[in-house]
């Protein structure tokens, strides 16, 4: 079995301020495994609303520091942070927010999605072998920490992402169903059926069947714009390895998610709202992601302030929105966004990063809070403890999403992380 790839987080996205207020010193977050941007744009949003009515000039920062165990995921948090705030783009809030759920969680886009995806991937290419030029497009973004094989290897990753290079998402994508279902292969829907009501219905009832049963079935798991999905997203695919009768096999292919889906990232705890712009029905799962992520996308493109944000408890209609969303584009294209983005920075480090930071004295008691997800616990070992600040805050994804996994494995995960984190004093 090849290793699998975590494209998207199985747990929504919160802001990681201290809750105290953004201090006198800047804040420093550490992020090991974080995934897909949920808890970056979680935490702008917070210390945007902080911002709000301070009279004198804010000079602290708050750093983001990124540890990954695959480069395809530190190349879609590229693309991701690319699609909110790159300046030089010039698309809409909902266009943007559009893409950003395409790409996320879609192995089949628009097709002008995949004109970004091959427009944009290489200027990413660019981004990541001139320093300078990626000051120019994503200010906040730092990646001198990585390794100088590892920028060549993301480089190798964007290029793939170009609509010449062949890839037929739908095969790969069926290919990964039939080797984790093998023989139930034929009677899918039933399997499909038994995991969503017997499993995902016990854990939230935000997503609908024929959400899930269309994702498990095609991959594509949001459509927010009335259109054909028909378009290979290349940034989900990846290269795995395995052994073939005892020799080592290396395939391109889809290895990431097929069981519990990419809604919960930007989905569980948002608020639904009655209408919806777009073609989602207000019920749907997506539509209400669709509707969260414009509002974020916007206020943090316009400095806390949202044209779909409403003084009462009806938001604007569909065509009210596009309006004033096609307004705000223009203005955004006028003048660049400022505001938080002034105020962070985002360090990518290398792939074996989480292991070496208490080795590296710039790390020492500088951390005021982590985020460790399921697949990085393992690292929370208590020589770990020096890169902690006093009072530093921990948080750890659980394995409560992870369908797969039973409860009685879920429940010793719970007293292994604890017992992990007690060892950090």
């Known amino acids: 079995m090849a290793d699998s790839v975590q494209f998207w987080g199985l747990s929504p996205g919160r802001s990681l301020l201290p809750n105290e207020g953004l201090g006198s010193d800047d804040v420093h977050i550490l992020l090991a495994g974080g995934i897909d941007t949920r808890f970056i744009l979680s935490t702008l949003l917070e210390a945007q609303q902080r911002m ?27 693309l991701l942070l690319c699609v909110v705030f790159d300046i030089e783009q010039e698309h809409s809030t909902q266009e943007r927010t ?11 886009v628009r097709p002008q999605t995949e004109l970004y995806l091959n427009d944009i991937s290489k200027q990413l290419v660019r981004m ?14 730092d990646t001198s920490a990585l390794k100088f094989k ?18 037929d998402m739908s095969s790969l994508w069926e290919d990964r169903l039939r080797l984790h279902l093998g023989t139930r292969y034929d009677t899918r829907l039933g399997a499909f059926d038994w995991d969503y009501n017997m499993k995902l219905l016990d854990l939230t009832t935000e997503i609908s069947w024929p959400e899930y049963k269309e994702w498990r079935e095609s991959g594509v798991a949001f459509q927010p714009l009335e259109s054909s999905y028909t378009e290979v997203n290349r940034s989900l695919s990846s290269t795995a390895s395995y052994r073939q ?12 998610d097929i069981i519990t889906g990419p809604f919960l990232a930007y989905g569980k705890g948002t608020k639904t709202a009655s209408k919806m712009p777009g ?49 705000a584009s223009s203005q955004a294209r006028a003048t660049p966004t400022t505001g938080i983005t002034d105020h962070v920075s985002i360090h990518f480090l ?50 409560m999403f992870v369908l797969d996994l039973a409860k009685e494995k879920k429940e010793d995960y719970i007293k292994r992380v604890v017992s992990l984190a007690t060892s950090l004093g």
């Open 279 to 327: 073609s989602y029905d207000q019920q749907s799962c997506g539509g209400v992601i669709f509707q969260d992520l414009l509002t974020k996308v916007e206020k943090l493109r316009r400095n806390g302030e949202s044209s779909t944000d409403s003084t009462g408890d009806e938001p604007m209609d569909s065509s009210a929105a596009v309006s004033a969303d096609c307004e």
């Open 150 to 167: 590892e920028r060549d290897d993301l480089e190798v990753i964007f290029k793939s992402w170009k609509s010449s290079t062949p890839l």
């Open 245 to 256: 009768d005892g020799q080592p096999v290396a395939a391109k292919g889809y290895w990431g």
């Open 128 to 141: 990541i072998t001139d320093e300078d030029y990626m000051r120019s497009r994503l200010p906040m973004v």
């Open 52 to 78: 709000k009515g301070v009279e004198t000039p804010v000079t602290r920062r708050i750093h983001f520091y990124v540890c990954e165990s695959h480069l395809e995921v530190v190349a879609r948090q590229l």
């Open 98 to 108: 559009s893409l950003f759920m395409e790409l996320f969680g879609n192995v089949l």
């Open 350 to 399: 290398r792939m074996d990063g989480v292991a070496g930071l208490q080795r590296q004295s710039k790390y020492k008691q500088l951390f005021n809070c982590a985020y460790f997800s399921n697949r990085m616990v393992h690292h929370l070992k208590a020589d770990l403890s020096d890169v902690f600040c006093d009072n530093a805050r921990l948080y750890t994804e659980t394995a």
